[in-house]
């Protein structure tokens, strides 16, 4: 083996990510935000849940808000969780490749890290926190010799992974991926039994963090609103009944027509106005729609939807497949908000927060640097689902313990796409943010040692 070979450029790769760390901090502090990111730190300041936003963001944004105004700490603190497991991705190997410092310079070029993580969105915290547990359980699995730093990887993991999962609900996906890729890697050293075992415990202290924490959260953060925690699935379960009916005018209504007539006429009649499958909001826009749905008997959209769902299923699913097909491909790019800048907000909320908005010359900057990368690969999630996809083999393939686990990352990040096919509500292209992420992260885990040999190959290397 050559000399060159045999050096190691982990410091020169952990140097890149610190020198884009700072130059992300410096570009984009103290944040961007939008109506959501608002919301939610009025959320965090009052204590009170005024959405159907997780109420675990608002919570954290409330807490670093009152030890410094304004959403600067939560950005640092963001984007520090994912570099630091960035970083960590190093240790994985005895001697980093050089690729893996040149691939994340490139990385810190793309919008995804340059920009995005100056967001302050919840899908941007979900895929860092994501990321970061499963980080941890991939060093857990290089370890499991090593009693106390496994239980304190594991440990780590299950409460990022909570977390995760609190900011986003589907993304307990990750939670379970990642306890699924543990156990493989578990698997590959001791057997089926000892597999199972790992994987069982990673998932349940993970999920004990989860819904210990989200009854908690229900304590600090109280709703402004009773219906609010359905809401979110109520308005899912509107935007189907207009897009199967816009489809299909003589869908069957029946739970809707024998509760709500009313109603039921006003949605056969105002479905095609009503109806974009790129975003939800024509449904409020059609004049009469959204309200009549709103004022139906209790139980009467769900039993509906249901109904719906199951006796014309063929319609329901085509009306699936195309919104999916706009979130998932962005077939008009520039209606799906791929990059977002500045502070905006309503304007009510920014004045309770004595919040400007703001588009200054830097944020427009931002946002025409991202513009040149539209109509590329760069902004597009098909590219990174096949990367996903390519490296599960590749990494499966390989077979060493941490390889597992980030191979349980690619699938829990293809996974939680994957849901937004039946749940999608609009096109932004911050939903499948975590498919991206997860593929650049998988890329880097891949270049820091790019050698397909095993892990005995590599013990005998080494």
């Given at each position: 083996?050559?000399?060159?070979?045999?050096?190691?450029?982990?410091?020169?790769?952990?140097?890149?990510?610190?020198?884009?760390?700072?130059?992300?901090?410096?570009?984009?502090?103290?944040?961007?935000?939008?109506?959501?990111?608002?919301?939610?730190?009025?959320?965090?300041?009052?204590?009170?849940?005024?959405?159907?936003?997780?109420?675990f963001m608002s919570w954290v944004l409330?807490?670093?808000?009152?030890?410094?105004?304004?959403?600067?700490?939560?950005?640092?603190?963001?984007?520090?969780?994912?570099?630091?497991?960035?970083?960590?991705?190093?240790?994985?190997?005895?001697?980093?490749?050089?690729?893996?410092?040149?691939?994340?310079?490139?990385?810190?070029?793309?919008?995804?890290?340059?920009?995005?993580?100056?967001?302050?969105?919840?899908d941007v915290m979900f895929a860092n926190?994501?990321?970061?547990?499963?980080?941890?359980?991939?060093?857990?699995?290089?370890?499991?010799?090593?009693?106390?730093?496994?239980?304190?990887?594991?440990?780590?993991?299950?409460?990022?992974?909570?977390?995760?999962?609190?900011?986003?609900?589907?993304?307990?996906?990750?939670?379970?991926?990642?306890?699924?890729g543990l156990g493989l890697a578990i698997?590959?050293?001791?057997?089926?039994?000892?597999?199972?075992?790992?994987?069982?415990?990673?998932?349940?202290?993970?999920?004990?963090?989860?819904?210990?924490?989200?009854?908690?959260?229900?304590?600090?953060?109280?709703?402004?609103?009773?219906?609010?925690?359905?809401?979110?699935?109520?308005?899912?379960?509107?935007?189907?009944?207009?897009?199967?009916?816009?489809?299909?005018?003589?869908?069957?209504?029946?739970?809707?027509?024998?509760?709500?007539?009313?109603?039921?006429?006003?949605?056969?009649?105002?479905?095609?106005?009503?109806?974009?499958?790129?975003?939800?909001?024509?449904?409020?826009?059609?004049?009469?729609?959204?309200?009549?749905?709103?004022?139906?008997?209790?139980?009467?959209?769900?039993?509906?939807?249901?109904?719906?769902?199951?006796?014309?299923?063929?319609?329901?699913?085509?009306?699936?497949?195309?919104?999916?097909?706009?979130?998932?491909?962005?077939?008009?790019?520039?209606?799906?908000?791929?990059?977002?800048?500045?502070?905006?907000?309503?304007?009510?909320?920014?004045?309770?927060?004595?919040?400007?908005?703001?588009?200054?010359?830097?944020?427009?900057?931002?946002?025409?640097?991202?513009?040149?990368?539209?109509?590329?690969?760069?902004?597009?999630?098909?590219?990174?689902?096949?990367?996903?996809?390519?490296?599960?083999?590749?990494?499966?393939?390989?077979?060493?313990?941490?390889?597992?686990?980030?191979?349980?990352?690619?699938?829990?990040?293809?996974?939680?796409?994957?849901?937004?096919?039946?749940?999608?509500?609009?096109?932004?292209?911050?939903?499948?943010?975590?498919?991206?992420?997860?593929?650049?992260?998988?890329?880097?885990?891949?270049?820091?040692?790019?050698?397909?040999?095993?892990?005995?190959?590599?013990?005998?290397?080494?």
């Amino acid at each position: 083996m050559s000399d060159h070979r045999k050096r190691d450029f982990g410091g020169l790769y952990r140097g890149v990510l610190l020198g884009g760390l700072l130059l992300i901090l410096a570009v984009n502090l103290p944040g961007h935000l939008t109506t959501d990111s608002v919301i939610q730190l009025a959320e965090g300041r009052t204590g009170v849940q005024r959405s159907f936003n997780p109420a675990f963001m608002s919570w954290v944004l409330g807490r670093l808000d009152s030890l410094l105004s304004g959403t600067s700490l939560f950005v640092v603190m963001n984007a520090g969780v994912l570099f630091a497991s960035l970083a960590a991705l190093s240790r994985l190997t005895p001697r980093a490749h050089w690729l893996a410092a040149a691939l994340a310079g490139l990385a810190l070029l793309t919008p995804q890290l340059l920009i995005y993580q100056g967001v302050v969105w919840k899908d941007v915290m979900f895929a860092n926190f994501a990321i970061a547990g499963t980080v941890c359980l991939a060093l857990a699995a290089e370890r499991w010799g090593q009693v106390r730093s496994r239980l304190m990887l594991l440990a780590g993991a299950a409460v990022l992974l909570a977390v995760a999962a609190l900011v986003r609900q589907n993304g307990v996906l990750a939670l379970l991926a990642g306890a699924a890729g543990l156990g493989l890697a578990i698997h590959s050293r001791s057997g089926w039994k000892a597999g199972l075992g790992a994987a069982g415990a990673a998932a349940s202290a993970g999920l004990v963090v989860f819904l210990a924490t989200g009854f908690a959260m229900g304590l600090v953060m109280p709703s402004s609103s009773p219906q609010a925690a359905g809401a979110g699935l109520r308005v899912i379960q509107h935007f189907d009944l207009v897009g199967v009916v816009s489809r299909n005018p003589q869908a069957p209504l029946g739970p809707l027509e024998a509760a709500d007539p009313a109603a039921a006429a006003t949605l056969r009649a105002k479905a095609d106005q009503g109806y974009n499958p790129e975003r939800v909001d024509a449904v409020s826009q059609a004049e009469g729609l959204g309200e009549a749905l709103w004022r139906t008997p209790p139980g009467t959209v769900p039993a509906t939807w249901a109904n719906l769902a199951i006796q014309d299923f063929p319609t329901y699913a085509a009306h699936r497949a195309d919104v999916f097909r706009q979130v998932f491909l962005t077939p008009d790019l520039r209606a799906c908000l791929p990059v977002t800048t500045g502070v905006q907000g309503p304007e009510a909320v920014l004045e309770e927060l004595s919040l400007p908005s703001r588009q200054d010359r830097r944020d427009n900057e931002l946002f025409n640097y991202a513009s040149w990368l539209y109509d590329t690969p760069v902004l597009s999630h098909a590219p990174y689902a096949l990367i996903s996809l390519v490296l599960t083999g590749l990494l499966l393939l390989r077979g060493r313990p941490s390889d597992f686990v980030m191979a349980g990352l690619q699938a829990g990040a293809l996974a939680f796409a994957g849901s937004f096919l039946v749940i999608a509500l609009a096109c932004d292209y911050r939903y499948l943010y975590f498919l991206d992420l997860a593929a650049i992260t998988g890329l880097l885990h891949l270049a820091l040692d790019p050698s397909l040999a095993g892990p005995r190959s590599r013990r005998r290397e080494t």
